[in-house]
């Protein structure tokens, strides 16, 4: 019997599972979370009594049918579900989780994404969280991070967890997009021609933000109480607030895909580097990658990614695969809006030319900017020589949240493309775990 094992319950595991389960296999399905859903249709505890339609608004139907789908093969014994769980490390076709090891002929990885961040100075302050860890606390907590936030960042993340907390009662003191209309417009139109109801959708959200959205702005520092920032036409500002989410649309998860043998090639389109697949999304012998650890497509990309994946792995097994051609028409579309977001809503490397040389750049190590390009200096600019000599992402996050920008920082200070400065190489353990999961048996 072929064992197949899935990482990753999100949108794109779930459809990955649904295809391997039709099929006739029994995958073993590792999840980070207590319940099936990922991060965009991130599930309660039992007995949270806000309805789904308060928690994912227009897209509770779609929530709905994906926490159906995966309980009833759960409770069908289709698939070995391991929830809480987190795969820390894979080698020689068995994956390690906590003191467990699960051995594959087959992986498919569905990890996600987490939130792409620009340091700004004073980010480091308690009260300032990601766009992401935002809307966690809001779904699965039902909670606010503050009492009057500020949103700033760029992407449609931005405007989904500002209308979310709005919804929920929360106060938002503004949203502040680093993104200027007419960049926004200039994307705008691919995105409207690629998937006009999605956008149109986009729009409606935007507009019910009203005067607390100001665009084309730049991020000056944190304080205890305030966000300093500058509009669109250079005017100082100062909004206080007692919380921050920021978030510049989504990181690639890609660890797992590294320890696992995948090529990396840098993406214009992203301005990070991204696993090597081809469009059904194998990455090597036995190897698939879906859903936004390959490419930032979003939920409904991530599906599509996810039954695609498990359809190169079922032909890969000669079992037949019907409808693949139907998906791969969708998946081409889904790459045209998603590349047209992405110059709606560029990466903003004019942000960090603000930079001073006392912000801090590696929150988990406390490295300022300044440290790191004394590193730079000491050792060339070569990304896993700065994180040797000036431990940026040797943290809890392990470069999570500061490689993207330490890597343009780098390039700056050597006058280099960011892609050649190269990227972290990834290091098991990808997740913090105890000791004794490490030992040999």
Not at 54 to 77: N, P, Q, T
Not at 88 to 101: E, F, P, S, T
Not at 289 to 311: F, P
Request: contains cysteine; glycine residues 12%; proline residues 5%.
């Amino acid at each position: 019997m072929t064992r197949v094992l899935v990482v990753g319950a999100g949108p794109a595991g779930i459809r990955a599972a649904e295809r391997l389960v039709r099929a006739g296999l029994r995958p073993v399905v590792v999840d980070e979370a207590a319940r099936a859903g990922g991060q965009i249709y991130r599930r309660p505890p039992e007995g949270f009594t806000r309805p789904p339609e308060k928690l994912y608004g227009s897209e509770a139907g779609k929530a709905r049918a994906l926490h159906a789908l995966f309980d009833a093969m759960v409770a069908a014994g289709q698939v070995d579900y391991r929830p809480q769980s987190a795969v820390h490390a894979i080698r020689g076709g068995v994956a390690h989780v906590g003191a467990a090891r699960i051995p594959h002929d087959r992986l498919i990885l569905a990890t996600g994404a987490t939130d792409r961040l620009v340091p700004v100075d004073g980010w480091q302050r308690a009260g300032v969280y990601s766009l992401g860890a935002a809307q966690i606390a809001l779904k699965a907590q039902g909670v606010a991070i503050g009492r009057q936030i500020v949103l700033a960042g760029s992407g449609p993340l931005l405007t989904l967890v500002a209308t979310q907390l709005l919804a929920a009662g929360a106060g938002v003191a503004a949203v502040l997009d680093t993104s200027s209309l007419a960049t926004q417009m200039r994307g705008g139109i691919g995105m409207a021609l690629a998937r006009p109801a999605v956008t149109a959708r986009g729009l409606a959200m935007r507009a019910r933000l009203g005067r607390l959205y100001h665009a084309g702005v730049r991020l000056e520092r944190i304080a205890a109480d305030a966000v300093h920032w500058r509009d669109g036409r250079g005017r100082a500002q100062v909004t206080e607030c007692d919380a921050v989410a920021l978030g510049w649309h989504l990181r690639a998860e890609t660890q797992l895909a590294d320890l696992a043998g995948a090529r990396f090639a840098w993406s214009d389109t992203w301005a990070q580097w991204l696993p090597v697949a081809d469009e059904m999304g194998r990455a090597g012998p036995g190897l698939y990658l879906a859903g936004d650890g390959l490419r930032i497509l979003g939920a409904d990309g991530a599906e599509v990614a996810g039954a695609l994946a498990a359809n190169a792995c079922l032909t890969d097994l000669g079992i037949a695969t019907p409808g693949t051609r139907a998906l791969l028409r969708r998946a081409r579309r889904l790459h045209r809006f998603a590349a047209a977001m992405a110059r709606a809503f560029p990466w903003p490397s004019g942000q960090l030319d603000a930079l001073p040389d006392a912000a801090v750049l590696c929150r988990c190590e406390g490295i300022t900017l300044g440290q790191m390009r004394d590193a730079a200096g000491l050792g060339g600019a070569e990304a896993n020589r700065v994180k040797s000599l000036g431990r940026i992402g040797m943290g809890r996050c392990q470069g999570r949240y500061c490689q993207l920008a330490a890597a343009a920082l780098i390039a700056r200070h050597a006058g280099l493309a960011p892609q050649e400065v190269g990227r972290l190489r990834g290091q098991p353990p990808v997740r913090p775990v105890p000791v004794g999961a490490l030992l040999e048996d």
